[in-house]
């Protein structure tokens, strides 16, 4: 039995999200078919976490357990040929036994994108969320830095939650603006891209906190209400949860040369960590 780790770019407009649920259309439900038809096995596969539908992903990783001879070489252009185009396997890894996509990450990196230009770009439309109005970058850039650290991040996180513990370790975050699509003389503001990274993420918990960094920008609320919202631990102090299509699953971070001890007998089994993520 091999334990192969692959990493998986998609396109989330049309499905459901990338776990599998009864109505179908998910990410994962269209892999695990292609994987049956390229193997003859039923296979279940495991994700490094949840994203909602509408998400995207750039790097996300999934592993699953095979008894097939395929060398890990071929798998990746094997696999996308039967793949749908907006579904592309870019990397393929065997593993060891032990190794578990959710439970052996490290870090996890996550991406928003706002078009703060007049118009919406008609290409990008599906990974942008179009925000005309001004927006004070700097604000906003002054409120993340109230995340970062180890908190109880029950504010951010959706009120549907059942995770027995909402406290969550934010390594990173930072905004970078793209100026290079504004028109002359308009008051076009550029893209403006949020990066966020921590150990893990809870329900809607990103784009909880971009819909609260908007009305930073806005002018609605300060960068110093961001503590106070944190302090709070209670969603209704939050802002709102910004749309889906803006954010993307940028990178899964690991550490390959580790030993990974627990077998992965539970591959395929629900836990109460597969609330986790957006």
Known sequence: MRNLCMTVSFDGTS????QSQPGGNTIQDVIEQALQ??????IKIIGSGRTDAGVHARGQVFNFLTDSAIPTERWSMALNGRLPKDIVIVDTREVPEGFHARRSAKRKTYRYTINANQFVDVFQRHY???HPGKLNVSAMQEGLKYLIGTHDYTSFASRHSTKPSHIRTIYDAFITVDTSSCRPDSRDQGIIEFYITGNGFLQHMVRIIMGTLLQV???K??????ADILAARNR?????????HGLMLWQVEYDYTQAFPDPLSEIGMES???????
């Open 128 to 130: 942008q969320f179009h």
């Open 217 to 219: 920008g806005e002018g």
């Open 15 to 18: 499905y459901y999200g990338f």
């Open 37 to 42: 038809g390229l193997t003859g096995e039923k």
């Open 236 to 244: 209704s102090a939050a802002g709102p949860t910004a749309v889906s």
């Open 272 to 278: 109460d960590e597969d609330e986790d993520e957006e």
């Open 221 to 226: 609320r300060t960068p110093q209400d961001i």
